[in-house]
């Protein structure tokens, strides 16, 4: 991905936009919405992982799973499964 409005990127053809709290701010550099490429919320987890180190311990326990105290929808659905698809274009809040 390159330079652009959300996060500082450019849409790759299958990215999502994930929108973080407030409180996670601090692990994205400040961003609120940043753009991550997968087909999965395990896999767009990894992405933004790759470049924002420490953040998806924030969501994800020892065990892989996500935190009792984060909540994560996925294209304005509850999801708790790491393995939950995503198409091009969801839009994953995780407060």
């Known amino acids: ?3 652009g409005p959300a996060g500082g990127q450019t ?3 299958d990215a999502v936009r994930v929108r973080v709290a407030s409180i996670l701010h601090k692990y994205t550099g400040g ?3 940043l753009l991550a490429a997968g087909r999965t919320l ?3 987890l990894s992405d933004l992982e790759r470049r924002h180190r420490g953040f998806r311990f924030r969501i994800v326990d020892e065990q892989d799973r996500i935190r009792p105290h ?3 929808y996925v294209a304005g659905r509850p999801a708790r499964d790491l393995g939950a698809p995503l198409a091009p274009g969801d839009e994953v809040h995780v407060l």
């Open 1 to 3: 991905m390159s330079a």
């Open 31 to 33: 961003a609120s919405e």
């Open 42 to 44: 395990r896999a767009v």
């Open 11 to 13: 849409p790759a053809p």
């Open 70 to 72: 984060i909540k994560v």
